[in-house]
Each structure stands twice: as C-alpha cells, then as structure tokens.
C-alpha cells in the first residue's frame, strides 16, 4: 500500500503527528493541534490545505460530528508501513514474560494460557494463542487401566508433559495383562513419533491386521487408533485472554459491534482461519480493518507473529484491539512473546 502513495515530507510528517495524536487520545485532531505540535515553521492555511490533500488520498477523514480528522484504515497501513518507530522492550516486561512463560513447573497448556494472558495484560488488549498443531505433538508414553462392564481408561501423554485421558468401551473385558501388553506393543512401536504419523501408520497397521494379526492384536490396534483420533488431543483451537478488555475503547464499545466480535471469540472459527494464514508468514503480521478478511475484525487491528519449535512453526498468537493501538510498542511485546513461547514449549520436547 505504502508504495502506491506519494507524499511530500510536509505531508508525511502532518500524517504522523495526526496518527499518534489519535492514537494517544483517540479524538479528531484539529489544524490548530496540529500547527502547534507539529513544529513546523508554516501557516495554519497550509496545514489545512495539506490536510485536504491527505483527506482527498484517503488517508484521513472527517467524522461528522467534528472539524479534526482522523485516519482511515489506509492512513493506518502508511503509518505502520512506513512511519512506526518501534519501541524495544521494557526490561521488566522482558523479565516477566521469560519467568512466567518459561517456567520449568508448568504443563504446555499451562504455558500457552500464560502466554495468552500476560499479552492481554502488556497490551491491554484481547489476546489469542493457538495451540500447536497436532502434527507436532510428540507421542511420550500411554498407558491402559481396566475399569467396569468392558471400559478402559486410555492415558495419553505427549511431549510438554500433556497428559489426556480418553474411556474406551471394549468387546470384552480385557485382562491387566491385555492391557499391558496393549500399551508395551504401542510404546515401543510409537514413542518419539508425532501424532500425524502415528495415525498414519495406525491406519497401515489396521489393513496389515486382517491378514498377519490375530483378534487379540487386531483390537489392540483399533484401541490405539480411538487414543489418538478421538477427542481433543491436540486439536486445533487457541487459547483466548481478555476479551472484556475491549470494551474500555469507545469505539468498538456500539453493542452490536462488541457482540460480533465476543460471537467470533466463542465461535473461533474466523480467528483460527485469520491464525492459520499466518503459519507461513515471516514475523509480526499486521491486520488493519478489513484487511483480515473477516467482517469481525472490520473495526480492528490484528498484530500476530508465529511462534516455533525445532523443526519450524508449530502455531501464531496475537492480539486484537482498536485501529488506534500504540502499535510502536505492541508489535515488540507480541514478536517477544512468541519467541519466549517458543522457545520454552521447545524445551519440553
């Protein structure tokens, strides 16, 4: 967008002070503001006509109810293209988010809802987190303990200590020697693998078994193949954190505007869909408006980076606010906050 647009430096500079002026308050600014926080030696009529200029590209407008002007959703993506002096870091937000994300006690799902909240709190924003895909979940160890009238308890565990428990009705009730030998024959053959392959490879075993297993081991496979396909191990989803949050910005305060986008939170349809074009991205990705292609978000910034394992990126978080977020020192907490993630969901592999 940035390089479809020429501006003078005049006018480059008017467009930023106007930016973070309403970034700071959220109200139009007027010429007169402008003349006198700008710090440029010219006329106040040439502020206004340069205002008009900026006004006729689009990338400012003038609410109805007011003479200042506001930017647009096209002024937004200049300024953040082209304009934006992003921030480093506070120290103390650093040190908070290395000691609370990457504390050694805590489970991966204990991580990511860790991640998720600190976001919302450094951003004052609504925050998402996606769980990692379930092609990247590590396969640790399961276990199978028999329980009444056929049933058995499946003990799922997966790397960053994840621990899921899945009931299973049987044909028949299955000894505790079945049952360890179930879980020996699954250990062995599958510990260390990812749970996309060994689905797979459950799959390949269940056609081998007509031919080459007996009934015994023939329902031990089809125990194993329930373990890891049914339920939410692993499942897509993300992990959301203040969503109450946006309702202190009068802007996105209209009610039938804040319960579209709470319904899109519950629902996490659309933000799942918005999280997954983002795998492939490199760094901070920043949505404004109706960029993120979900009518949603149409009054709303988007700002996510992709957070990886070893072998590649295995999820996105990011927050979500007003256009007129401080995006100088959000863009920095959500870029940090996925590198500590990841890093600390990798020390659990």
């Not at 650093?94 to 709190?121: F, P």
């Not at 404004?288 to 072998?311: L, N, Q, W």
């Amino acid at each position: 967008m940035s390089s479809e647009i020429s501006l003078t430096e005049r006018a480059q500079h008017l467009l930023k002070v106007l930016v973070e002026h309403h970034i700071r308050d959220g109200r139009p600014v007027g010429s007169t503001t402008l003349s006198r926080d700008s710090g440029l030696k010219v006329s106040a009529a040439t502020i206004r006509n340069t205002m008009s200029d900026l006004e006729s590209m689009g990338l400012i407008q003038s609410p109805h109810t007011s003479a200042g002007r506001i930017p647009t959703q096209r002024g937004y993506r200049l300024f953040v293209d082209s304009m934006v002096k992003i921030q480093p870091l506070e120290r103390v937000q650093l040190n908070q988010l290395e000691s609370e994300i990457s504390d050694r006690e805590k489970s991966a799902g204990e991580v990511l809802s860790t991640a998720s909240s600190l976001l919302s709190q450094l951003t004052q924003m609504a925050s998402v987190v996606m769980v990692p895909k379930r092609g990247q979940m590590v396969l640790r160890q399961l276990e199978f303990l028999s329980l009444s009238e056929g049933r058995v308890l499946a003990i799922l565990v997966t790397n960053g200590n994840e621990v899921q428990n899945r009931i299973l009705q049987t044909d028949r009730t299955l000894s505790e020697s079945e049952l360890r030998q179930a879980a020996n024959w699954f250990n062995r053959t599958f510990v260390g693998e990812e749970l996309s392959v060994v689905r797979a490879r459950l799959v390949e075993e269940l056609e081998r078994a007509r031919g080459e297993m007996d009934g015994a081991m023939q329902g031990i496979v089809r125990m194993a193949q329930q373990v890891v396909t049914s339920g939410k191990v692993g499942e897509d989803d993300v992990v959301v954190s203040g969503r109450s949050r946006l309702m202190e910005y009068g802007e996105l305060c209209e009610m039938d505007r804040l319960r579209q986008l709470f319904d899109a939170f519950g629902e996490k349809r659309d933000m799942i869909h918005l999280l997954d074009q983002c795998m492939e991205a490199d760094g901070v990705q920043v949505f404004i408006g109706e960029e993120s292609g979900y009518s949603s978000f149409d009054d709303c910034s988007v700002v996510t980076a992709p957070y990886r394992h070893e072998d590649g990126v295995v999820g996105v978080l990011g927050v979500v606010g007003p256009t007129r977020m401080a995006y100088d020192k959000v863009i920095p907490v959500v870029d940090m906050t996925a590198k500590i993630l990841g890093s600390a969901l990798n020390s659990m592999r």
